[in-house]
């Protein structure tokens, strides 16, 4: 006897229906094709004993399992659920005539009990599209699936609520919640607040540019100057993300299985911080099967690099590419996927070995060359692509005892939307452009004129303080972003000069 039963599988970010292909005859064997891994060919020991375990139990027949289409690499062990079903229902042991409107997924416990699986939010978009009655998956993963408008989510804990569900027509729960009530609920409420930080209100001030403008920004400073406070904090004044960058975001979330359990969508924006020891692979993404890296899994959020000297320089270079097209794409001999990576870029650096440079206090200090050596561990390319430099000093305690409450992430958040409101109107006939960070030099010739008084302010500074040609773009794009914090039209001298002090790096005396 033939059954059908419905699975699915994820690649890059999208998923691909699998047809599971139950025969059963007379004979005696346990074949399992269409290209499985191992855990899928384990498969039958932990479907064996959870059957056993409730009542029921594999046939002693010539079983022959096809996972259509069969030149696709199967992997995981969330098809435990699809296969035990098909079992069930081929062996004649269960009654089941609309087990192939369901699409159904989840890993098996030796008890019967499921264990969540990954890509439930890919899967649960490909069942509506592809017309699926509803999706049975484990419940931990009930309320990301259900993030799905017009598709029967269905979360459940044990392999007997399926079996009595086709069986005995048991009705099962559906999962049901408002996507747009869930993201709005947490949306104001961000897990690290400014309003934390004491003192620093320059660095504050730098955030708060960065953020409108969408630029990526390096912290310099000494240990305990507050660099991973401030960092951390930044992505609670970054616009709130809009429904469709939030699904966007969960999802590639979902298919490294990272959205925390009984939860839908995330409303925060994300903030990932890797070690430095982290490889190429694991930042940008790949592997024999490839997986997001980091830079995907912060899309839409920020990618923070303490201590960004100590990164490889071979990781530091393969981000290059990905900070400029704002996606990956990675490729092998039988295909492509391409992952989103549109994040703002946060570093932060120690000036020297010793982390203590021109202290005069300083326990240790170190040499010209010994600086000139770790500095030169960043390369230019890749500072090429940070509009921002800003030197961290620390808090005094004066500012440190201060009893004042600081302005919340809230409040500096409302600046930062509106400044971007302006950016999304001047760019609206610009399909990759978005915010100033985004902007060519066609575009800043475009939108960053300068009077002649501020053209002669800017001349200047770049001679007196020795700043390089790639500072001239950037202080242009920063100074654009100053303006429409504003909501000035035109670029005065004032953000141009404003703009300068943010190139420390590109001074001479720091990098060579």
């Keep these: ?113 499921l264990q969540p699986i990954k890509g439930a939010l890919p899967i649960a978009i490909k069942a509506r599209e592809e017309g699926f009655k509803g999706f049975i998956l484990p419940s931990q993963n009930a309320k990301e699936a259900a993030i799905v408008n017009d598709l029967k989510v269905y979360g459940v804990d044990n392999i007997t609520q399926v079996i009595n569900f086709f069986d005995k027509g048991e009705p099962l729960e559906q999962t049901i919640i408002n996507t747009r009530e869930e993201f709005y609920k947490n949306l104001d409420f961000p897990e690290f607040d400014f309003s934390d930080v004491k003192g620093q209100e320059s660095i504050k001030r730098c955030m708060e540019i960065a953020a409108a403008g969408g630029h990526n920004i390096i912290l310099i400073g000494p240990p305990g100057a507050g660099k991973t406070m401030l960092a951390k904090r930044l992505p609670s004044i970054l616009p709130p993300m809009t429904l469709s960058e939030a699904l966007e975001t969960t999802k590639i979330h979902s298919v490294v299985g990272r959205v925390k359990e009984h939860t839908g969508l995330m409303a925060q924006r994300p903030f990932r911080s890797p070690h430095h020891t982290i490889s190429n692979v694991a930042l940008v993404g790949g592997g024999s099967y ?128 509106a400044a971007r409101e302006l950016q999304t109107k001047r760019f609206e006939d610009l399909e990759k452009i978005h915010y100033n960070a985004q902007m060519n030099s066609k575009q800043i010739r475009e939108y960053c004129r300068l009077d002649e008084a501020s053209k002669l302010l800017l001349k200047t500074a770049m001679e007196r303080l020795n700043l390089s040609a790639r500072a001239y773009d950037r202080i242009l794009k920063v100074s654009r972003t100053i303006a429409d914090l504003e909501a000035s039209e035109h670029i005065t001298g004032a953000h141009i000069s404003e703009a300068i002090q943010y190139r420390s790096l590109d001074r001479e005396g720091w990098l060579g």
């Design 290 to 417: 490839p997986q997001p890296g980091e830079i995907s899994l912060s899309h839409n959020g920020v990618l923070f690099l303490d201590e960004l000297p100590e990164f490889k320089r071979e990781v530091l270079e393969v981000m290059r590419q990905p900070l400029e097209d704002r996606e990956v794409t990675i490729s092998r001999a039988k295909f492509t996927v391409t992952y989103p990576s549109s994040f703002m870029l946060v570093a932060s650096m120690n000036p020297s070995p010793s982390g203590y440079f021109n202290d005069p206090d300083a326990p240790v200090t170190s040499s010209p060359a010994e600086m000139q050596r770790y500095l030169s561990k960043v390369s230019g390319p890749l500072l090429d692509r940070i509009d921002i430099h800003i030197e961290v000093t620390p808090v005094p305690f004066e500012k440190l005892s201060d009893e004042r409450k600081a302005e919340t992430s809230v409040e500096i958040r409302k600046r930062v939307t």
């Design 1 to 113: 006897m033939l059954k059908k039963v419905f699975g699915s599988a994820v690649f890059g970010v999208d998923a691909t229906t699998i047809t599971v292909e139950v025969n059963i005859a007379k004979g005696v064997g346990y074949h399992l094709v269409g290209l499985p891994d191992n855990a899928i060919k384990e498969s039958n020991y932990r479907i064996a004993a959870a059957l056993e375990n409730n009542g029921y139990k594999i046939p002693v027949k010539k079983i022959i399992i096809n996972m259509s289409p069969a030149d696709l690499r199967k992997e995981g062990s969330a098809y435990d659920l699809t296969l035990a079903l098909g079992i069930l229902s081929a062996s004649g042991q269960i009654k089941s005539p609309d087990l192939d409107s369901y699409l159904i997924m989840g890993e098996v416990s030796l008890d019967g009990n």
